[in-house]
DNA sequence: CGCGCGTCGTTAAACGCTTAACTATCAGGA
DNA sequence: TCCTGATAGTTAAGCGTTTAACGACGCGCG
């Protein structure tokens, strides 16, 4: 591949000279200007990255952390719609995305990825940080490598949803349905701050309607579909009087969809299922999906743009995106029996 | 952050000998490769890549391409399966992920996707490149960058599934059901050569069973779940008589479902519908749609492996992996009537 | 006429690492 | 004793850029 000093050569002048002129550094000549394109026209010069990252500390790369937990990375489809954000405003900017799936231990992160955030590699990071077992920016902020969370990070730059009010609006459809027997289906706590706060969502609004929430049926599944079906049945087989199920994610939702069908048991009319996320399938399930739109697209948008603030030096606030209730067919008020 | 020279200085050494133990080359004492070591340690040294990069011409980051054609990027499920694959053999070996996501045009690829594939900035390439109007790789073989192809690109080294082999055990499937009346929902041709190859596939088990291939109703969809409830649709008012769908991805079957659905259209009893991929939600549609696996995550890992062989300096052999045939329960023999 | 300044271009150092070439030391064999 | 060869470590060049520092030139102005 052709280097900068071919060009020069080629041209006539100085390496120097032509690196002013690809880079806009005023004090050149229009005629130089014109040698110097012609060279590199003629060889199909490209700068190298290496180098240039090396003589100038910024790669244009930034990286994309998704850490490796509860689950395969990019089997969660919201993974993959914050991931569509990010590359949307990093390719805008001529920036380059690099994939960064760590392992989280208690401990931290593993070696792998420190070596990357040591290495000079990537000019700032997005991750999706958002358990409590450990941070994956700690080590960025040791570092002073820019750094912007999605997720509950206080000490951090950080956005995240507002899932508090997420699973409050949540609840208060649901009670506004008409349901008082409500089953909700989880996850293990401690395993993701959103869905702690999904739970308190759903906490305050029954609360407030004179439900005590402690004694409402809880399970706790493992984010995916197959769970969902599984903690559905249990539940239902244990407490035969829940109208309604509620969800902390759509991929649950719609396993526990998937259990009524099997069983036989009518969708809305007998039992109401709301999920969490809206994820693209959410919508032509049967029955469509009542769920809350997290927006994972602008989540993915916003971190990235805090990200390219923090590179311009310029201090980002942090968000918190706001969440809708979408209503669809799968929720209905409960029948009135006995 | 740390240099090789602040080490070498507190280890009292040379930069060279830093360099040989931490890379194990042969000749130094015990006692150096401790007060290395112990340097290293206190450091928290971690060598910057960009100047490994320089100065080996090595990154140990690969880029992984998908050209942005007909759709956005990451809405396809196959993409996120095929980067799932890659992803694991990558970190496995402890090289990074590059993500690109050129514009294809006509004339080649974008000039971001260039300098990239220019720069020196990754060892190598796994491209999906599977469409006629151009071909990703091809710059990449011009500069003699390492790349595999997941797709029909019969210059390169490649990886596809055997879509003829899916496409006619397809539509000996529904041939077997005893259907004769098959509309096919495709997408335009010359999108892309999978489906192309599908398509004969489809001819080649038509024609077999004496059924004029070209007379079977046609109609092209746009990948999306969306275009193909609209095909659906369409097909069927024009075409009464057909008992089964055939569609060239999933996304347009789980579409078909839908309208179906809408329309009080019974599958499989009054129509039968079949999809090609095997993406997640296939399984979990009503009825669940019955589909050809193409082992996406396969190809992912496949071509990944290739790409390392080539880095190896070994010649990879091209790869066509087998299809396989999901029966579930969108199909069944056609209501014999008139 | 001479000085200063704006313009255009060059030289060379620096970024942090790898590695070929080199020096020094020491043990063992002839 | 001397030579050889293995071992241990150093020096310095090189990877391809950027950029600070510097020189040369010409022009306008006092």
């Known amino acids: 591949m052709p280097t900068l000093n071919e060009v020069a050569q080629k041209a006539g002048v100085s390496t120097a000279t032509v690196s002013k002129v690809l880079s806009n550094t005023p004090y050149f000549s229009e005629a130089t200007r014109q040698k110097v394109m012609q060279a590199v ?12 990252a090396l003589s100038k500390g910024k790669t244009h790369v930034i990286g994309v952390v998704f850490p490796y937990i509860y689950d395969r990375v990019f089997t969660d489809p919201l993974v993959q719609r914050i991931l569509e954000g990010v590359e949307g405003e990093c390719s805008q900017r001529g920036y380059n995305l690099l994939l960064s799936t760590p392992q989280l231990a208690a401990q931290g992160p593993d070696e792998n990825y420190l070596r990357l955030l040591h290495s000079g590699y990537v000019d700032g990071l997005v991750a999706l940080d958002n358990v409590p077992v450990a941070s994956v920016l700690e080590p960025a902020r040791a570092r002073n490598v820019p750094a912007v969370a999605i ?17 409050q609006g ?19 706590d401690g395993l993701n701050y959103s869905i702690r706060q999904r739970i308190a969502g759903l906490q305050t609004a029954a609360e407030a309607a004179g439900l005590n929430f402690a004694e409402l049926p809880q399970i706790e599944g ?17 407490h035969p009087q829940i109208t309604a199920l509620a969800c902390m994610n759509d991929r649950m939702a719609l396993g526990a969809l998937h259990y009524a069908r099997e069983a036989g048991i009518a969708v809305p009319a007998a039992l109401s299922v709301v999920g969490y996320d809206d994820i693209s399938s959410a919508q032509h399930a049967v029955p469509p999906l009542t769920t809350i739109n997290q927006q994972a697209l602008q989540l993915g948008r916003m971190a990235t743009r805090m990200l390219f603030e923090l590179l311009d030096q310029t201090e980002p606030a942090s968000v918190v995106l706001p969440t809708e209730l979408i209503i669809r067919a799968s929720a209905a008020p409960p029948v009135v029996q006995k």
Chains 1, 2 share one sequence.
């Open 170 to 188: 949540l609840m208060e459809y649901i009670l506004g349905l008409g349901h008082r027997h409500i089953g909700v289906i989880t996850v293990r």
């Open 222 to 238: 493992r984010f995916s579909l197959a769970s969902g079906a599984e903690c559905a049945r249990t539940l239902l087989e244990q």
């Open 151 to 167: 997720g509950y990070q206080p000490h951090a730059y950080y956005v995240h949803s507002d899932d508090h009010q997420g699973g």
């Open 41 to 52: 026209e003629e060889l199909g010069y490209r700068p190298n990255l290496a180098a240039r």
